[in-house]
T-cell receptor, first 110, second 115 residues
Framework: KAGVTQTPRYLIKTRGQQVTLSCSPI?????VSWYQQTPGQGLQFLFE???????NKGNFPGRFSGRQFSNSRSEMNVSTLELGDSALYLC?????????FGPGTRLTVL | DQQVKQNSPSLSVQEGRISILNCDYT??????FLWYKKYPAEGPTFLIS?????DKNEDGRFTVFLNKSAKHLSLHIVPSQPGDSAVYFC??????????????FGKGTLLTVNP
């Protein structure tokens, strides 16, 4: 089976712009979670989607949003980008208790 | 409030010896624990997991031990190989009726295995 795929792998944006990241889960996985990894904070949970519904949400401002489509693919959007949003954004899919991660999207905000 | 703690930022061991990575947690509601390995610029790779109803799980060179009373788990790698050099993350899931896929991660331990 193909693993979790994320696009794009690298992205450079400037402050104030918005960005959309995409994630395709492992075939058959209906749960998709998003995490932000930064050197200072480690891996932090953003939100989780299951059957097109947001089921869990972490402690991030409303500028961070997401959605899931009927084929389980998911997107996350960050509006009004800030310098502190520079991070590795990871998507994970799961069928049961174990989450499998994609390679991530490295976002740099200038 | 860090609910999952990996107190050793780094660990260095010789090839062939045992690597022991430790993790402590504070949330009694955690019922499932996982270890991930991560190389730079890649996503975490799942290694091994353990349910709170067990105290040990083994998979090849990797064994995870869980001590619920101490709220402590450890990952043993025997024998260690240079390819094991990576950052290891401990993660935990809170029991909320089986529909919660939010993982809480520790900050990671950088393992270096020297040839």
């Amino acid at each position: 089976k193909a693993g979790v795929t994320q696009t794009p792998r690298y992205l450079i944006k400037t402050r104030g712009q918005q960005v959309t990241l995409s994630c395709s889960p492992i075939s058959g996985h209906r749960s998709v979670s998003w995490y932000q990894q930064t050197p200072g904070q480690g891996l932090q949970f953003l939100f989780e989607y299951f059957s097109e519904t947001q089921r869990n949400k972490g402690n991030f401002p409303g500028r961070f949003s997401g959605r899931q489509f009927s084929n389980s693919r998911s997107e996350m959007n960050v509006s009004t980008l800030e310098l502190g949003d520079s991070a590795l954004y990871l998507c994970a899919s799961s069928l049961a208790s174990t989450q499998y991660f994609g390679p991530g999207t490295r976002l740099t905000v200038l | 409030d860090q609910q999952v703690k990996q107190n050793s930022p780094s660990l260095s061991v010789q090839e062939g010896r045992i690597s022991i990575l430790n993790c402590d947690y504070t949330n009694s509601m955690f019922d499932y624990f996982l270890w991930y390995k991560k190389y730079p610029a890649e996503g975490p790779t799942f290694l091994i997991s353990i349910s709170s109803i067990k105290d040990k799980n083994e998979d090849g060179r990797f064994t995870v031990f869980l001590n619920k009373s101490a709220k402590h788990l450890s990952l043993h790698i025997v024998p260690s190989q240079p390819g094991d050099s990576a950052v290891y993350f401990c993660a935990a899931r809170e029991n909320s009726g089986g529909s919660n896929y939010k993982l809480t991660f520790g900050k990671g331990t950088l393992l270096t295995v020297n040839p």
